[in-house]
């Protein structure tokens, strides 16, 4: 009874395994119901949901099976002999180690949500945005893509190397050097192409086939890898015999001779052999033969030796050679004449690449790719939050125990000229690590025939389900049209695409070239996941939620590290096309693609930084040099919420050289309450006239019961902290003078008071309708500055930030200036061209000569009026540097008392005094003043009550001091200001 219920026990464990490998697959989510609707019939019924996999069988396997592939059976055996025993193992510890650090960041994604089909590709987009979420996700198909193309030269190799040689099409008998090498790459692509068309041709008729093989592929390979053990142990007890013929230190093509020695004893007579025929100019023993076949002698050695051999330590460290060297034996002498000439090189076996350290880090690194495989079918996991990182992290575990004991193993068995020698030219064509196998080396070949085959396979299914699912969120406008397939589902369009890129890969034909392309594209993705678990777990997302508890953020930024210096290590300029590919990509989705938003970590960047940035704009004053025009554009609305005024944008984006910010607000009368609606109208309309007029920055509209009181609320509170607006610009009002437009004007005057108290630049703009539109051009014209009343350099920026606008850009600009007519013009022109050079602006200057009467004290006073200041000075006799001194002194001065007093308590006479002197695109520095003022070419006014004492102020346009005057203080200080001969007598006075 007992024995009863233990089998009981164990039956469903058994019946469940059995299921589990009979819905074996190792296709990308989606696939299975694509095969499901392949068949009308089996569509019509109803849907039966798959077995839910778990860790082993869902995670672990597929893994196995992507990781465990070409670069094993075709290449790992020549890395160990040219790399050598230590240089591989570090090759294989650090790719190892990138793809386990890569893992834990992948887990710590792939458990903090669910992962739908496309893998790394929705990882990376919904971590850190759609810009790098299509770059890397295009960067991934591609590797993906590649991955097949050498999956696919790989086989072909096996298949015309190995199995049948003599089903090239391009024969190579016979041919030697680089027509040997052509012919090889000619039938790789010929061979290539058919198997391509076939593999797509599988796929496009259904994935189902695909699918049943998936784990005859998979038992392939683990197969293929037990009978690798299994002959390297037999080689402790029972080495097998593998014959290498070795002319001095040179290994010798196994077809250029039958026995292994120059001459053999037949009968009662020495018989030369077919070696000696290929060195020497006939059969006879006093033939003229080679010189290095001469002195040296031919002898055989053990390709094999095994385990306990010691050839261990022969192989330790690295040979490299240069493309066509000779492959040499180490540890036997060789006599050799450096002045005799090379020949008979196609009797040795040569290396067929130049090889160095970086080229093996390239051509290694596919083989630890396919971490990939358990995220990409999350969908079909019982428990993916446990099954993706449980099972990846085993999946590479294992097989970095598989690839570093292969490494020794390899070093240990076979024997350095056996191994550098790639195809097998000195030992008849076999596959080394086929030979090592038992019970047969066919047990190799052909497992590794078929595994490449069911991984090409593969890479042409997952390739256009990915490219698939990033045309259909839309991202990548142009590659819209490969979001579409058969009625299944099946990407049709995708796959035509994968197999013209795949081609490519084909027509390239060398295996060592094609996989350092994909190691690109697969290291720039496992670089972007390690970027996004690091930026989430540092900006403490509040969504970052993970269930996998064992990563940190220096792990995932170490695992970045790795993955840019194995970039570079492989090989830098394929880097850089990659980071190119990957550059424009992101660019071309950020401009033209369509706007997602998945609460991607670079919005959370970009908070961060922005809210670092206003924290230190609050830390100081702005200094003058960092002053450039932060328009706020206040704009009217018709009834219908649109803007009245569209050119006020058109010139906003003409005057924004200086990239600054802008603030385009509007007013809506009402309460919020019953407004909302119409104010959300009003902003989507203003933002799209935004986008119209293409003026960046932000729209604000609104609401309050009068439109003073709303004009009043956008000026006192646009913009945040720092970053606020200095500047603002309206439209003067239309049809001021009619009586039912009069609260315009008053709107207006409003404006006005406020920004003068705001201490803020007021540009009015009149007929702004008549104002070019951002598509017009001027040919020529001119840009006219009255410069009448000194502002601090408003005047004079504005035309050259016009000027910086296509529209504006071949205007000339022209500054014109008032002098009485008892000034000296010409030297008051002389003066201002002298100080307009050294503001860097080109202009024509006008000095025009006008009536006492026609300008009133204060405008003459807040003129420049270059002359008599310098006169001043002059008389002071001071030196140049206790000028500069006295200027600098005096400006402190001027600040402290603005920043101290109350500007409506100011008197006239001190606020002109005040008044800052310097202009232009930018404010000038203090030392820049201090320069011109000693040169005697700084057009400054002069306070009439003190004129021994001048006082230039360098302040910036936000920053001046600006009076209203009325007609009390016109009374108070009529004396003073009123008379210009009071005026003049006041400059005509004795320091």
Avoid at 189 to 218: C, D, E, H, P, Q
Avoid at 934 to 945: E, M, R
Wanted: charged share 20%; glycine share 8%.
């Amino acid at each position: 009874m007992a024995l009863f219920e233990e089998e009981m026990d164990t039956s469903p464990i058994v019946s469940s395994v059995l299921s589990s490998l009979a819905n074996y697959s190792n296709l990308t989510q989606g696939s299975k119901e694509h095969e499901e609707a392949e068949n009308n019939e089996e569509a019509r019924k109803k849907t039966v949901q798959a077995p839910r996999m778990g860790t082993i069988m869902g995670v672990y396997l597929p893994c196995m099976q992507n990781i465990l592939g070409v670069i094993l059976f075709l290449r790992m055996t020549w890395l160990v002999g040219v790399g050598g025993v230590l240089g591989t193992f570090v090759i294989v510890f650090m790719c190892c180690s990138t793809t386990m650090l890569t893992a834990i960041s992948m887990s710590a994604i792939a458990t903090n949500g669910v992962v739908p089909a496309g893998g790394s590709y929705y990882m990376i987009s919904r971590s850190l945005g759609p810009e790098f979420g299509g770059a890397v996700g295009i960067c991934f198909y591609l590797g993906t893509t590649f991955a097949g193309a050498m999956y696919i030269l790989g086989c072909i190799e096996i298949l015309l190397i190995y199995i049948v040689p003599a089903a090239a099409v391009f024969k190579m008998e016979g041919l030697e050097g680089a027509e040997a090498e052509a012919a090889l790459l000619n039938n790789m692509r010929v061979y290539g192409t058919i198997v391509l068309s076939l593999m797509s041709l599988v796929v496009f008729v259904g994935v189902k086939y695909v699918n049943k093989l998936a784990l005859v592929f998979l038992a392939c390979v683990i197969l293929s890898i037990l009978a690798v053990y299994a002959g390297v142990i037999k080689t402790s007890f029972d080495p097998p015999d593998f014959p290498v013929c070795v002319l001095g230190n040179r290994t010798l093509v196994s077809k250029s001779f039958d026995i292994c020695a120059k001459t053999i004893e037949r009968g009662n007579g020495t018989v030369t052999t077919k070696l000696w025929r290929s060195f020497c100019d006939s059969e006879f023993l006093n033939a003229t033969c080679d010189d290095y076949f001469t002195n040296n002698n031919v002898s055989q050695i053990q390709g094999i030796p095994g385990v306990t051999s010691g050839i261990l330590a022969e192989n330790l460290f690295s040979m490299f050679a240069e493309k066509n060297t000779f492959i040499e034996k180490r540890g036997i002498a060789a006599a050799l004449d450096p002045e005799a000439p090379l020949t008979n090189t196609n009797r040795y076996v040569l290396a067929d690449i130049t090889s160095f350290f970086t080229l093996l880090v390239g051509i290694y690194f596919p083989s630890v790719t396919g971490i990939m495989a358990g995220s990409n079918r999350s969908g079909d996991l019982q428990d993916a939050q446990k099954s993706i990182p449980v099972g990846t992290i085993m999946a590479i575990t294992t097989t970095s125990i598989i690839y570093m004991s292969s490494v020794i193993l390899f070093g240990a068995c076979v024997d350095g000229v056996v191994l550098r020698d790639k195809f097998g030219e000195g030992v008849n064509g076999n596959l080394v690590i086929g030979t090592l196998a038992w019970p047969s080396p066919w047990v190799i070949v052909f497992g590794s025939f078929f595994s490449t085959c069911g991984a090409g396979l593969q890479s042409l299914t997952g390739a256009p389900r990915l490219l698939q699912a990033i045309s259909r969120d839309g991202i990548i406008p142009f590659l819209r049209v490969f979001g579409h397939g058969k009625a299944n589902g099946e990407p049709t369009w995708a796959l035509l695409l994968t197999g013209c890129i795949c081609e490519i890969g084909i027509i390239i034909a060398s295996l060592d070239s094609v996989a350092p392309i994909l190691s690109m594209f697969f290291l720039m993705c496992y670089m972007f996941v390690n970027l996004a678990c690091a930026l989430q777990t540092l900006l403490r997302t509040p969504n970052w939620r993970p269930r996998f508890k064992f990563y940190h953020w220096a792990l995932s930024l170490l695992g970045m590290s790795l993955c840019l210096t194995l970039m570079f290590l492989c090989s830098w300029y394929y880097a850089i096309v990659a980071m190119v590919i990957a550059g424009c990509i992101y660019k071309y989705i950020e401009f033209c693609g369509a706007e997602k938003e998945w609460g991607d970590g670079i919005r959370g960047i970009s908070l961060s930084a922005a809210r670092y940035a206003l924290m230190r704009l609050e830390q100081g004053p702005p200094h003058t040099k960092n002053w450039r025009p932060q328009i706020l554009v206040l704009v009217g609305l018709d009834g219908e919420q649109n803007v009245e005024q569209p050119r006020l944008l058109s010139l906003t984006n003409q005057l924004k050289a200086g990239k600054g910010l802008t603030i385009v607000g509007a007013c809506v009368e009402g309460t919020y309450l019953n407004n909302q609606p119409q104010a959300q109208k009003a902003d989507e309309s203003l933002r799209k006239l935004m986008e119209i007029e293409k003026v960046k920055g932000f729209s604000q509209v609104v609401i309050s019961s009068n439109l003073r009181d709303a004009t009043s609320h956008l000026i006192q509170a646009g913009g945040l902290g720092g970053l606020r607006h200095n500047a603002v610009l309206v439209s003067f009002p239309k049809n001021w003078k009619q009586v039912e437009e009069h609260h315009r004007c008053r709107n207006f005057i409003e404006i006005v008071r406020e920004t003068t108290a705001a201490q803020l630049a007021l540009l009015v703009p009149k007929n702004i309708s008549a104002y070019p539109s951002n598509g017009e051009r001027f040919t020529e014209g001119y840009i006219d500055v009255w410069w009448i009343v000194h502002d601090g350099g408003m005047l004079m920026l504005l035309p050259f930030l016009l000027r910086q606008h296509k529209v504006w850009r071949k205007c000339k600009m022209r500054i014109f200036t008032v002098a009485q007519m008892d000034d000296n013009s010409i030297q008051m022109k002389k003066d201002l061209m002298t100080f307009l050079y050294h503001l860097r602006f080109d202009a024509e200057v006008e000095v025009v000569e006008m009536h006492d009467s026609d300008i009133s004290a204060y405008t003459y006073e807040k003129t420049l009026v270059m002359e008599q200041r310098s006169q001043i000075l002059k008389e002071m006799h001071l030196t140049k540097n206790e000028r500069e001194r006295e200027i600098q002194s005096i400006t402190d001065v001027s600040r402290g008392s603005i920043r101290r007093k109350n500007p409506s308590n100011l008197h006239p006479q001190r606020s002109i005094a005040e008044e800052s002197v310097t202009g232009g695109g930018e404010e000038k520095p203090e030392e820049e003043v201090q320069l011109i003022q000693g040169k005697n070419a700084t057009p400054t006014p002069t306070s009439p009550t003190s004129p021994t004492a001048p006082t230039p102020v360098a302040m910036s346009p936000g920053e001046e001091v600006q009076m209203t005057w009325t007609d009390e203080t016109e009374k108070t200080n009529k004396p003073a200001v009123a008379n210009p001969d009071n005026v003049k007598d006041m400059f005509n006075m004795k320091p």
